[in-house]
């Protein structure tokens, strides 16, 4: 089973940026999607962002259309969000969560979800 483990979170005033990084356990993340999911207090998980491996297809909430964007880095087992226009709503830990052979919308809408790290904390805040 692949590992994930994610890092970036942290303060950022609304208007910020932050860039979150997703690392797998193994060499590369094919043939896996991989997926930004964030949860709050007292809100269900919602499926932020996902792209899958196989042809770099990529689906965005509708909340951050436009202000993030995912990507892969050049290493193959490293996936980055980068949020932008950051907003208070945006406030939440965020998690990384991996499935192989699924297309990035369902991953993201489904959150069939076959590991997930342990997240990291974004706190839009002035």
């Known amino acids: 089973q692949l590992q994930v483990v994610e890092s970036g979170g942290g303060l950022v005033q609304p208007g910020g940026s932050l860039r979150l990084s997703c690392v797998a356990s193994?060499?590369?993340?094919?043939?896996?999607?991989i997926g930004w999911f964030r949860q709050s207090p007292g809100k269900e998980r919602e499926g932020v962002s996902c792209i899958r491996t196989f042809d770099g297809s990529q689906f965005y909430a509708e909340s951050v259309q436009g202000r993030f964007t995912i990507s892969r880095a050049s290493v193959k087992n490293t996936v980055f969000l980068q949020m932008s226009s950051l907003k208070p709503e945006d406030t939440a830990v965020y998690y990384c969560?991996?499935?192989?052979?699924?297309?990035?919308?369902?991953?993201?809408?489904?959150?069939?979800?076959?590991?997930w790290g342990q997240g990291t904390q974004v706190i839009v805040s002035s």
């Open positions: 193994a060499s590369t993340f094919d043939p896996y999607t």
């Open positions: 969560a991996v499935h192989p052979f699924t297309t990035a919308e369902r991953l993201c809408t489904t959150a069939s979800v076959d590991s």
